[in-house]
């Protein structure tokens, strides 16, 4: 670490900052099985399996590919891989098996560390590109997380870092294309756990957190790791698919203080037949991002829970939340305002005008000392999203003269019907708010020149589907909006196709809604 860097700003010492501060035995990690685990406890893992990693032969800067579920394993490889001087490299472990092949090669990874379900789609590849494998979940394997941390250096001297040196990669969603490797770096982490988890949720060491967003997501290693590593706060884990009533469930068990979930969860959550038998009265705030939260749901669950949810904008290329709304001030169906530190500007899609005023409509672009160093192996893209300070972030937003931020939908989901731009999510809200509807999904489908608003919709228990229904849809909702701002088709459908984080792939339903 140079000297003109805090000690706090290279992420492997978030361990240290808690021993230091005499937390050493106090409760960090409750893991997926039940088993409680101390800031000691991760700090020794992490320790023990970076002196391993560097008997093995990783130096310096080389990736590491992580294909892992949230448990304490992940917190011993990711925080162990940058004490050892490494760059980890989480990846999605629902990926496909070429995807893993495209993330060791594209990323020219040295190491994976692989959970036991996931070997048969990863072992292949590690052998044939001579990538070292090292295994979770298999106790009995030398070459093991649990082999490597069951004994050894109790305090390994993390590597000096700079704050400016890459600290970990992300893997963006790949909406369109392969994905994209986002770098970051060791202040980027400092600068949200202070800024959004300190300066907006007022994170201490009294919570509990619980992410149902995995940790290899920039949304969830920030609620599950960083955040709570950095506050002292203890953080809930839950293995697997985080189902409504396994949600729930876990809540009850383990008592969270915060919950961060993403819209579709939630709403989930609140058409479970659990959630009337359920104590969720441990929770003092709710935290939503990936989607914009619709205003139905977060009034259904602030008239369950008596809580609020802080629903807000962030990005893997941001590594988090950048504007949030606020406890006690919330505005439904917006983003809130800018978090401390970070700036947003309105631009024009097509001239690049920055758009001043008190209202404005535009493409959205972000100033913060969390963004991504660079894209990897994609210059052009670098290029195109990075413009000095500021990011593009493909979002349409529309400042409010409140000064809130509401969503529009991504710039490419906007829909041109007749010279005229309309946001799939302002018909999205207004459909949820009909009683036989769960959830809904707008896109524009162009045939032979003409574009249509095909709605897809997830019709609520007990209503029927059909042409009665759809013509009271329509009217519901011109009676709300503008009378331009109605679906002219509704396709009924029993789930949408969705990223890892539940976000819905309109592409997807765009190309479906085209051919069909």
């Not at 379900?117 to 990863?122: K, Q, S």
């Not at 941001?318 to 406890?327: E, F, G, K, Q």
């Not at 972000?366 to 052009?380: C, F, I, M, P, T």
């Amino acid at each position: 670490m140079t000297t003109e860097n805090p000690v706090r700003e290279q992420v492997a010492l978030l361990t240290d900052l808690n021993l230091e501060a005499g937390r050493a035995d106090a409760l960090a990690v409750i893991d997926p099985a039940g088993v409680e685990h101390t800031f000691g406890d991760v700090h020794r893992g992490a320790s023990r399996f970076a002196d391993r990693l560097l008997s093995l032969g990783v130096g310096r800067e080389q990736r590491v590919v992580l294909v892992m579920d949230d448990s304490l394993r992940f917190h011993a490889a990711f925080l162990g891989s940058i004490r050892a001087g490494a760059v980890p490299v989480p990846v999605n472990f629902l990926a496909r098996s070429d995807d893993f092949r495209y993330f060791l090669e594209d990323s020219y990874a040295v190491a994976v560390v692989v959970d036991a379900p996931f070997l048969d789609a990863v072992e292949p590849h590690a052998k044939e590109l001579d990538v070292a494998l090292i295994t979770g979940g298999v106790p009995d394997v030398d070459q093991s997380v649990e082999a490597w941390t069951a004994d050894g250096v109790d305090d390994f001297d993390a590597a000096p870092a700079h704050a400016d040196d890459a600290a970990f990669w992300l893997y963006s969603s790949g909406s369109t294309g392969r994905p994209k490797g986002v770098v970051h770096t060791h202040k980027d982490v400092v600068f949200t756990c202070e800024r959004y988890a300190g300066g907006v949720l007022g994170i201490q060491a009294s919570d509990r957190v619980f992410s149902t967003t995995k940790l290899f997501h920039a949304y969830g290693l920030g609620n599950g790791l960083t955040f709570p590593l950095y506050h002292g706060a203890t953080a809930v884990q839950l293995g697997g698919r985080p189902t409504p009533e396994a949600v729930l469930t876990r809540v009850v068990e383990t008592r969270p203080s915060i919950l961060f979930s993403v819209p579709a969860l939630y709403n989930a959550m609140l058409n479970s037949e659990q959630i009337d038998d359920v104590d969720l009265s441990s929770l003092r705030l709710g935290v939503s991002a990936a989607e914009a939260l619709p205003p139905e749901v977060w009034r259904r669950w602030h008239e369950r829970t008596g809580t609020e949810i802080l629903d807000g904008i962030g990005s893997t290329e941001m590594l988090h939340i950048y504007c949030s709304n606020r406890a006690s001030a919330v505005v439904p169906g917006t983003s809130g305002t800018p978090v401390d530190g970070y700036e947003l500007q309105l631009r024009d899609p097509e001239t690049g005008e920055i758009l001043t005023g008190a209202k404005a409509e535009g493409t959205l672009w972000v100033k913060g000392d969390s963004a991504l160093a660079y894209y990897w192996h994609n210059s052009a893209k670098t290029r195109a999203c990075l413009q000095g300070d500021w990011f593009f972030s493909g979002d349409r937003y529309r400042r409010n003269t409140d000064g809130t931020y509401a969503y529009e939908g991504r710039a490419d989901d906007m829909i041109k019907v007749k010279g005229l731009w309309v946001s799939p999510i302002e018909i999205e809200n207004r459909l949820i708010e009909h009683p036989a509807v769960t959830e809904a999904a707008v896109v524009g489908a162009t045939r032979e020149g003409m574009t249509s608003i095909v709605a897809h919709v997830i019709p609520a228990a007990g209503h029927e589907s059909g042409d009665e229904l759809t013509s009271e849809l329509q009217e519901w909702c011109k009676e709300a909006l503008l009378r331009y701002q109605y679906p002219h088709e509704v396709v009924y459908v029993d789930d949408f196709p969705r990223t890892p984080t539940g976000k819905v792939q309109r592409f997807k339903l765009r190309e479906e809604s085209a051919s069909g």
